[in-house]
């Protein structure tokens, strides 16, 4: 399934890639250095969501665990 993720990505970039080639714009000094900057920002704050998205995901995965002992127990103590 991996692999589907990781083709489909390939594909996405060859073809911005070769978008951009087709359409070769000169940029200025100051317009690249903005972007440089608001890529960066761009990047913290998708790694931030990442983090957090991973640490609600142990959570519910904690609480999970607990139910299902929780529940383990309850049918253990049910069935005696």
């Known amino acids: 399934m991996t692999e589907a ?5 390939a594909r996405v970039q060859q ?3 070769s978008d951009e080639m087709d359409d070769l714009t000169i940029y200025s000094d100051d317009s690249v250095k903005r972007a440089i900057v608001h890529t960066r920002e761009d990047l913290v704050m998708m790694v931030s969501y990442l ?3 991973n ?4 959570t519910i995965k904690a609480f999970a665990f607990i139910t299902v002992v929780l529940l383990a127990y309850i049918a253990y103590r049910l069935s005696y």
Do not use: F, P, Q
């Not at 993720?5 to 990505?9: E, L, T």
């Not at 640490?55 to 142990?58: A, F, G, Q, S």
């Open 51 to 53: 983090s957090s998205a």
């Open 55 to 58: 640490r609600h995901l142990w």
């Open 5 to 9: 993720w990781d083709k489909s990505a």
């Open 15 to 17: 073809k911005v890639r």
